[in-house]
């Protein structure tokens, strides 16, 4: 299905740090360490926008804004509770 997205929301991507790692960096396979795509993330300047991305477009899987995929469930029901 294609997603519609803007221009301005994928400015972040042009700085992202992941680019220059593998994608089995940031969507290692279940059970192993996400602590260095998190460390990457960590000094990514776009680490919000990219964060903010996953959570409106539903990512469920991988690293994302340095966040893993549970983390990022866990701060989507958060929010809602708020509401
Ligand atoms: S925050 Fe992490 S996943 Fe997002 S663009 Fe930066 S390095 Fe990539």
New binding site residues.
Partial sequence: MPINITTDELT??E?????Q?GPEF?FPAPGSSTRE??Q????????LA??EY?LAHDERF?????LSEKERERMRRSRSDRR
């Fill in positions: 972040w991507q700085t992202a740090l992941c680019a790692a940031f795509a998190k990457l993330c960590n000094a990514c300047e776009g680490r990219c964060l996953a991988g690293v994302w804004g340095g």
